[in-house]
């Protein structure tokens, strides 16, 4: 059973930083796509983020400049490094791993910023 665990969230003041991790149990080579969404307390949920096999990385315009994506192929583990963080960006943050077979969704990390 493919697992996706995402981690590293926590509270944070205004114009600071977190970095999430996301951990899937799934070969890399069968991954298509690796991405982050984000929902906050009654509000839809949020594309983020997303990296694919080859390396292509795509932003929501709210984040372009302050989100950064990568990934350790190694580890099977995408990041989500967050910087100058807004009290806009307070969401749950979920990860989803997309392969040839199926979609999995970690858990979330609530992300909480603080004015």
């Known amino acids: 059973q493919v697992q996706v665990v995402e981690s590293g969230g926590g509270l944070v003041q205004t114009g600071g930083s977190l970095r999430l991790s996301c951990a899937a149990s799934?070969?890399?080579?069968?991954?298509?796509?690796m991405e982050w969404y984000r929902q906050a307390p009654v509000k839809q949920r949020e594309f983020v983020g997303t990296?694919?096999?080859?390396?292509?990385?795509n932003y929501v315009e709210s984040v372009k400049g302050r989100f950064t994506i990568s990934r350790d192929n190694a580890k099977n583990t995408m990041y989500l490094q967050m910087n100058s963080l807004k009290p806009e960006d307070t969401a749950v943050y979920y990860c989803?791993?997309?392969?040839?077979?199926?979609?999995?969704w970690g858990q979330g990390t609530q992300v909480t910023v603080s004015s």
């Open positions: 989803v791993v997309n392969t040839r077979m199926n979609m999995y």
């Open positions: 990296i694919t096999s080859t390396g292509s990385i």
């Open positions: 799934v070969s890399i080579s069968s991954i298509l796509t």
